[in-house]
């Protein structure tokens, strides 16, 4: 096989990536090691800033985003069992953020590759890359017992953190810059009507919680527990026990408690890599950068990354430039460097750190209280949250 651009990974960075590079007529394939029903039902993150539901409508794929998508203009911060709202809306001159999932941005992203005869190849097998500094790069893998080979002039590496792309540059190429956190999310997917309107980030002594939702009648649910934590030791009725008591005792919000359809332990970790590019290989999304999910960055991260990478590659087949590919990796981490510092910030503020003194406790306490009662500090957060333009 033979294609101007060549893809790993169908999540929502090389699925749009493809539809992007389509409405520029340029060609690719992407292969994607998973099924379709898998990829189109894992549930992962579901708040999109205001540049990425731009970019969706932009892209002609936000029609069931415009119609069933939940449009936030504000979130709540919880502490000393007191919420306080922090108008998104208000603060940054009419942005909002848009609450509809991943796995539902992945169904309309494979639908209009599809209806647009886009090459996709699921359940592939073995896959490698090679030639990466060449003008001709190469994708092996095997699709139904066969080996195969795609050249390409460009190789997309969408494939997420434990993906292959990353791996195959060269050792020494790539500076690594981590933090793993002493402590993961429990997420809870249940068919309960969500306790409010717009997400609450509690800070409580037992630990941080995150009321969240995903429709009208499925709520998200997030509690601060251990990164190894033995799912076995949450069985229902203590899940929904502690997040009352993490909720706090407020009359004016109800958690009802319903039949839990998922739940699963996330460690949480900050990971950037440099440079985003190598050769003719440019990595997006999380194979490039993991942000903590505090700050609702990972998703939105990589459609910032597409966006760029689409315009570099349309600027090379169009006009011959190269320039915008030689940036790509600059012009990308500088917002994912604002991105990992706003949500080491945001997990810093709301989460019970095990090595803690009643000190640093007192000040992440002093913080909120100052973040929610200045209008500059609570500008500062509504701006990052609801995202900075997309150039």
């Known amino acids: 096989m033979k294609t101007q651009v060549g893809i790993i990974g169908a999540g929502p960075a090389g699925l749009l990536l493809s539809h992007l590079l389509h409405l520029q007529g340029i060609e690719s394939i992407l292969i994607e090691n998973r099924s379709r029903t898998y990829i189109e039902s894992r549930v992962r993150a579901g708040v999109l800033e205001q540049g990425t539901v731009n ?4 892209a002609g794929v936000g029609e069931r985003m415009r119609k069933e998508g939940l449009l936030h ?24 953020i848009t609450v509809y999932g991943q796995q539902e941005v992945v169904k309309d992203l494979v639908k209009a590759r599809l209806v647009a005869g886009g090459q996709l190849l ?27 080979e795609i050249a390409c002039d460009f190789i997309g590496g969408c494939d997420g953190f434990h993906g292959i792309c990353r791996p195959s540059i060269p050792a020494g190429v790539l500076q690594v810059f981590e933090r793993v956190y002493p402590f993961g999310w429990l997420g809870i997917l249940a068919q309960s009507k969500p306790p409010s309107e717009e997400l609450i980030y509690c800070h409580h002594e037992r630990g941080f919680a995150l009321f969240s939702m995903r429709t009208p009648e499925i709520t998200r649910l997030y509690i601060q527990c251990t990164p190894d934590e033995d799912i076995a030791n949450w069985p229902d009725d203590r899940i929904w026990h502690e997040l009352e ?10 958690l009802q408690e319903g039949k839990i359809l998922q739940k699963g332990v996330t460690p949480m970790r900050s990971f950037v890599v440099e440079p985003m590019q190598y050769g003719r290989l440019f990595l997006a999304g999380d194979a490039a950068h993991i942000v903590p ?14 966006r760029h990478l689409s315009r ?14 030689e940036q790509y990796s600059a012009t990308c981490l500088r917002r994912v460097w604002r991105s990992e510092h706003f949500s080491w910030w945001m997990t810093a503020l709301l989460h019970r ?22 209008r500059a500090a609570s500008t500062s957060l509504a701006e990052n949250y609801v995202g900075l333009p997309m150039n």
């Open 73 to 96: 203009h504000g979130i709540e911060l919880s502490f000393h069992n007191k919420r306080h709202r922090i108008n998104m809306h208000e603060l940054t001159d009419g942005r909002a």
């Open 353 to 374: 750190f095990p090595d803690y003194t009643p000190f640093q406790q007192r000040l992440q306490l002093s913080e909120l209280e100052y973040v929610t009662s200045s």
């Open 122 to 148: 699921f359940e592939v097998e073995d896959v490698s890359v090679h030639n990466l500094d060449s003008n001709q790069p190469k994708i092996r893998f095997r699709k139904d017992g066969e080996e195969q």
């Open 245 to 254: 008591l993490r909720l706090g005792a407020d009359e004016s919000i109800q």
């Open 293 to 306: 999910p505090t700050g609702a960055k990972g998703m939105n991260l990589a459609v910032a990354d597409i």
């Open 55 to 58: 970019t969706l409508n932009e």
């Open 312 to 325: 570099a590659l349309g600027g090379y087949y169009q006009n011959n430039r190269t320039d915008l590919l």
